[in-house]
């Protein structure tokens, strides 16, 4: 890194931003980040960014892959050294051609989710990825996102046929990997590389994706389970009748609930004399078609699966709520304001088996209120999947940074070594969780080395 | 390599079999090759995997990794140079773990598909890679196999969640990566190295799968569509109608089905006074449950379906054969066995996008005839994902190797360069084709020194 301003900070015929009031929506983070760069270079074709990437290495610049900004551990933010840039893609908005005969869409990066979805409306076509924020499809991919509805659709791996990347080297070279067929073993697959590693490679310009017909119908249950491993049973009661209609089964705290129906006001509190039951579940089944005259209406095949839910050993189904879909999912989007907004916020965004969430979260409560009686534990999520949003509220003010960074480490600590959790669910990497990647998932240099070197001795 | 007899050609403490007639089954392919080898080592545990990899890095042996030898491109069977082995996986069988609460399995490489299943089966649970052949799960993985129901549940790559993997080198490193958790995105993905890459970077010891709840109840339909177009329009009418019902929809051609009712006595031909139409489909629709009060049964949703697509514009269908799925499926399972009974055949494992699958058809059955006239035309295939097994029968006697060498050149430049097709689907890459890995998809070497350049740089 060189902090030499004098030299032009983007290569010939790339716009940038320089002056701090253009740059100051690329330098801030959605979590509160703050950064700095000399500039941000924003190409609008594959042929810039690689001008931009020979640029950064023969200056001797840090370049940061910024597309939709929208992550949640500051992957997209540049630190606070000077010298670098940014490099955004939110100029590149060349493509967005969709192929409904093939069911594919060949995309630029900077296009942000709910553009891509809105092209693909018309066809009856849908990117199936559920996520509360709107990122771009670059983002989307170095992060390999998850979200609400991964039980169903899976994560962005899943669905990425095709990419154009940019290699980070002196050369920037650009790759063209797999396209819009579907069946095609011709070779070690490349695009695994890009995908969810943060633009540390290379960055992605454009995508051929899979997308999915639309879904037409849904219904949701807002249930409370009679225990904790209620939950399990009733979540394997309903994988096996309703199969791929289950598209959904989040779990909901307690104190998620509670914080949500405090601090958010346009959501009621559902429950029978406004009682808040320890645990909640949303539960959605979904389907592609509104007026099949083969389908049963969703309403009544959720009813229908909870009746015979009820009878189950170990009766699993304490009570459940029909019918209201659109409030139900509205309390559990408004789960992450009402935790926000209750008090000074510690997230963690873990990934356990199914079991393990139930086993973890039982030993958290345990424990926790000894050695930090000033957190509250008010977590929600993805139980079908395994993701936890684990959120810790601090009662008695603001965190320090250090007591924040040793409770960081005490949790991820119990999660990984205890509970074989992965420290990063669907949230991607940066800096906020490097320090996890190098404990506990980097592989030893030499090995690394050495298996890189059988990859680029073989695969050719 | 050396073919050095005197020294040993297992390293201490593994099983190796080198009699002429215990080695004969480990040395032969399915598709009639025949290789050499010192020894077959018969590994038990993955330690003693990486001590046989070990000591042939050590005594300068090749070696094959070979699973259940079902493969169809030569990848498991030794060539004719003296002095390597196999590493066989064929006792590598000592787990097979089921958790039924976290839908997932680790299971040993050296088990067979048929094997997993059935431990599977006794918790309604199975592996839905539907294949012809009974690989064992390390060779599945190395091949990234595809099959006949990819268009519901993917490839083997969507299922795979953990891997052990003990590395191709020196020190042979084995490697645990990733495992049952589904969400997890903490670092570079480096199983998806081991996933389709026939074992040249390592061999696969272990595997921990995603599987899903058994299928139980299927109907299929035999249905002739009134044009190559049509049936496009057929696959998006049922895909948006049926959504996750749709499991299967495979391409038949009038000639392959003509040689299975001449050549296999068991299948009988079903079309009204026995004409064949010029091509066929079968189309499956299927549900994890048999008798949920909520289900219309799939005979009738299949029918409805169809009723509706005789009313698309176009009329996609010109007939419909209904509730005989058993006997459509035999007829589609005994399509390999009409056309290899029928005259010595040079068979192609293609991918296209689906609209390019017609379109190479047409082009074939224009080009093909004035070039080869000797050659018969006699495919089926995927069409829903794409595959497409371009099977050609030689009419006028066997092939000799340079004239078998010109037409498949001839066959695969066609359709990579032409329609921008994969040239091996779902079969995996092996001797069979490597020289179009070579021509058309490996990297330059260079390109690929830098990319593993940077990968080795910054992954860690």
Not at 218 to 245: F, Y
Not at 281 to 308: H, K, N
């Amino acid at each position: 890194m060189t902090g030499t301003p004098a030299r032009p900070p983007a290569p010939p015929g790339v716009a940038c931003l320089t002056a701090p009031g253009d740059m100051a929506p690329y330098l801030a983070g959605v979590r509160g980040e703050k950064g700095q760069a000399l500039a941000v270079l924003r190409p609008q074709t594959t042929e810039a960014v690689a001008a931009c990437v020979r640029h950064c290495h023969a200056e001797g610049m840090n370049f940061v892959p910024q597309s939709g900004n929208t992550g949640l551990v500051g992957a997209s933010v540049p630190g606070t050294q000077e010298g670098g840039v940014v490099l955004s893609l939110d100029r590149l908005r060349g493509e967005c051609t969709v192929d409904a005969a093939n069911r594919t869409v060949s995309v630029s990066a900077g296009l942000r989710l709910s553009e891509l979805n809105a092209q693909l409306a018309p066809h009856g076509l849908f990117f199936p990825i559920d996520l509360g924020a709107d990122p771009m499809i670059g983002g989307m991919i170095a992060t390999n996102t998850g979200g609400g509805r991964y039980l169903r659709y899976g994560d962005v791996r899943r669905h990425v046929l095709g990419l154009t990347v940019v290699l980070n080297t002196a050369k920037a070279e650009v790759l063209t990997l797999g396209g819009a067929v579907r069946k095609a073993n011709t070779g070690p697959d490349w695009r695994q590389m890009f995908i969810g590693t943060s633009g540390w490679f290379g960055v992605v310009t454009r995508a051929v994706l899979n997308v999915e017909p639309m879904v037409q119908a849904q219904a949701a249950a807002l249930v409370v389970p009679s225990s904790h491993a209620a939950m399990l049973d009733l979540l394997r009661h309903l994988e096996i009748r309703l199969g791929p209609l289950l598209s959904a089964f989040e779990f909901m705290s307690c104190a998620a609930m509670r914080h949500t129906f405090t601090h958010v006001p346009a959501i009621a509190n559902p429950f029978a004399r406004g009682a808040i039951p320890q645990m909640a579940l949303l539960i959605e089944v979904s389907r592609t078609t509104a007026d099949a005259p083969w389908d049963t209406p969703l309403d009544e095949v959720l009813q229908a699966a909870f009746a015979e839910a009820w009878d189950l050993p170990g009766a699993p189904v304490e009570d459940a709520l029909f019918g209201r879909a659109e409030e139900i999912w509205a309390l559990r989007h408004a789960l992450s304001e009402g935790v926000r907004t209750a008090g000074p916020l510690i997230a963690f965004d873990l990934g356990f088996t199914r079991d393990k969430v139930i086993a973890f979260r039982e030993q958290m409560h345990r424990t926790l209120p000894a050695r930090y009686p000033m957190m509250e534990i008010c977590d929600f999520g993805h139980l079908g999947d395994g993701g936890l949003h684990f959120n810790l509220i601090k009662t008695d003010g603001p965190a320090q940074p250090s007591f924040e960074e040793g409770l960081r480490d005490w949790v991820v600590e119990q999660a990984v070594e205890g509970f074989g959790a992965s420290f990063s669910a669907e949230h991607g990497l940066g800096p906020k969780n490097l320090r996890y990647f190098e404990r506990y998932t980097a592989l030893d240099p030499q090995v690394l080395r050495r298996m890189c070197g059988v990859i680029a001795a073989n695969g050719c």
